[in-house]
C-alpha cells in the first residue's frame, strides 16, 4: 500500500513539474518577445511602423494588466482555501486530542488494571 501511495505521489510531483516547466518556458519566451519589441529603433521606423508599434504596446499592456488581476484573484482563492485549511484543522484538533486520550486511558486500562 505504501508503495502504492509514493508511486503516486511521484507521479504528481512529475506532472507538478512538467506543467512548471511548460509555464516558465512560455513565460521565458512571451517576456522576450515583449523586450525585443520595446528594443525596437523607434527613430528610424516609418510612421505606419510606429503607428503599429504603438498598437503593439497598447495590445501587451492591457494584456498583461487583464492577466494580472486574474492572477491577483487566483492569489486571492488560494489564501482563502489556505486559511480555510487551517481554520478546518483548529476546529478537527479537539477531536484528534479526544483520540488520544481515549487511546492513551485504554492503553493505561490494559497495561495496569488487573482484575
Known amino acids: 500500500m505504501r508503495q502504492i501511495i509514493d508511486q503516486i505521489v511521484n507521479l504528481l ?18 517576456f522576450g518577445q515583449m523586450f525585443a519589441i520595446f528594443q525596437s529603433n523607434w527613430q528610424a521606423l516609418p510612421i505606419w511602423k510606429i503607428a503599429v508599434l504603438a498598437v503593439v504596446v497598447i495590445a501587451i499592456i492591457y494584456v498583461l494588466y487583464r492577466g494580472f488581476f486574474q492572477l491577483w484573484r487566483a492569489a486571492e482563492q ?12 483548529v476546529s478537527v484538533l479537539p477531536f484528534v486530542l479526544l483520540a488520544g486520550i481515549i487511546a492513551a486511558a485504554g492503553s493505561y ?7
Open 13 to 30: 510531483q512529475q506532472g507538478i513539474t512538467a506543467i512548471f516547466k511548460f509555464v516558465d518556458l512560455v513565460w521565458q519566451w512571451s
Open 78 to 89: 488560494i489564501f482563502r482555501a489556505f486559511v480555510e485549511l487551517l481554520m478546518v484543522l
Open 109 to 115: 486500562v490494559i497495561q495496569h488494571v488487573n482484575l
